[in-house]
């Protein structure tokens, strides 16, 4: 059989990917002083040289002569790193390498199932990526209660965005006033900044969610698909995870077949361990996000323009900056939950940064409406 010069750079081509991949696991097998994980590495590199077969096949039958395999200089670059600096510090490469490869079969038509296969290394690198040899350092503090990811990045983001209308609002309100316009003008001003600005946010913070629970959504079809169609090589994978995790190989294995056993809850399983994806939550509704969104920039913004309603004139822009510069050291002393700063600090940086940032527009302002008012 007599192949292409298109066909024969092709298949070579692949054939030399494989090879560096399986070069690099198992130099990372050898490198690796957990031997659990190295056991890990020596299966992703047989996944490798399995692939290699079928493309050295191809090759052999259509005469083409096969070249002496060397291994890429990144391939020996990357090895040499993991023997001297150990696994962990090559690992983020072999993130980035896997996650370009996961593609990278999906339109050859005789590499249809290797497609899983590249898929499935790319995530078990990430989890080995973030586990070291058992649970990660973040998932260790949870659970003693130090860290509270959840939470705290709900607080965070309640914090962030009360600040966000704090700072805007101010800015555009002592502009404004810097162009000497009426309290009533500025009044107008301020609240229309306070909804343009919540209803902006509201809507940029609904897409993020909604298009992150539509990919959620679909990468949970597509892990259905596989489980139907290819459920060995899902439960190969999900063996791989919890040996990654830190079970003992028969271990990994027995609580993977446990779990496929049972298809209603496999799926659910897979998108949990696989895609780290909560299948109830698909990562929370998205009008809540942006109402909550919402209210919370409102809430912020609010503060700037508040004595305009009962002040006038220089009492009522001297008012607003005393009652935002409260605000803002309340913000800055909330944002010490996250760093552990000085409250006194933390809070007085922020009093200083939004001040400037009012100040700075006031000036503006004052210089446009003098050019302005001739």
């Known amino acids: 059989m007599t192949i292409s010069a298109r066909e024969r750079d092709r298949l070579v081509e692949n054939l030399v990917d494989e090879l560096n991949g399986a070069a690099l696991y198992d130099a990372l097998a050898v490198a690796e002083k957990d031997e659990r994980l190295a056991e890990v590495y020596r299966r992703l590199a047989n996944v490798e040289r399995r692939h290699a077969d079928r493309w050295r096949a191809k090759l052999e039958a259509g005469g083409v002569s096969l070249p002496r395999f060397k291994p890429?200089?990144?391939?020996?670059?990357?090895?040499?790193?993991?023997?001297?600096?150990?696994?962990?510090?090559?690992?983020?490469?072999?993130?980035?390498?896997?996650?370009?490869?996961?593609?990278?079969?999906?339109?050859q038509a005789d590499a249809r199932d290797f497609h899983a296969d590249e898929r499935s290394h790319a995530r078990v690198i990430?989890?080995?990526?973030?586990?070291?040899?058992?649970?990660a350092g973040t998932q260790v503090a949870r659970i003693e209660g130090r860290h509270r990811t959840a939470g705290g990045n709900a607080l965070r983001a309640a914090v962030l965005g009360a600040n966000d209308g704090l700072v805007s609002n101010l800015s555009l309100v002592m502009g404004v006033a810097g162009?000497?316009?009426?309290?009533?003008?500025?009044?107008?001003?301020?609240?229309?900044?306070l909804l343009a600005g919540a209803g902006s946010m509201a809507l940029g913070e609904w897409l993020s969610v909604q298009s992150s629970r539509e990919l959620y959504a679909h990468q949970i079809e597509t892990e259905q698909e596989e489980l139907e169609t290819m459920p060995r090589e899902e439960e190969?994978?999900?063996?791989?995870?919890?040996?990654?995790?830190?079970?003992?190989?028969?271990?990994?294995?027995e609580f993977a077949a446990s779990v496929m056993a049972n298809p209603e809850t496999a799926l659910d399983t897979l998108a949990r361990e696989e895609l780290g994806i909560d299948p109830d939550e698909l990562g929370?509704?998205?009008w809540v996000a942006a109402f909550t969104s919402f209210c919370l920039f409102?809430?912020?913004?609010?503060?700037?323009?508040?004595?305009?309603?009962?002040?006038?004139?220089r009492t009522a822009v001297l008012l607003s900056v005393g009652f935002s510069a409260i605000a803002l050291f309340t913000v800055g002393a909330a944002i010490t939950l996250f760093t552990g700063r000085s409250v006194f600090f933390s809070g007085s940086r922020q009093v200083a940064f939004g001040l400037a940032a009012a100040a700075l527009t006031f000036g503006i302002?004052?210089?446009v409406g003098v050019s302005i008012g001739g």
């Open 365 to 367: 302002g004052r210089l």
């Open 72 to 107: 890429s200089w990144r391939t020996r670059t990357l090895s040499w790193m993991a023997q001297r600096f150990g696994t962990g510090a090559v690992l983020p490469s072999v993130q980035n390498l896997e996650r370009t490869d996961t593609t990278k079969y999906a339109s």
């Open 126 to 135: 990430q989890l080995m990526s973030s586990m070291r040899g058992g649970f």
């Open 284 to 286: 929370g509704s998205a």
């Open 179 to 193: 162009a000497a316009l009426n309290e009533r003008a500025i009044l107008i001003t301020g609240l229309a900044g």
């Open 298 to 313: 409102s809430l912020g913004a609010i503060v700037p323009v508040l004595p305009f309603f009962f002040a006038g004139d």
């Open 236 to 253: 190969e994978e999900l063996a791989l995870i919890y040996q990654a995790r830190g079970l003992a190989e028969e271990q990994a294995r």
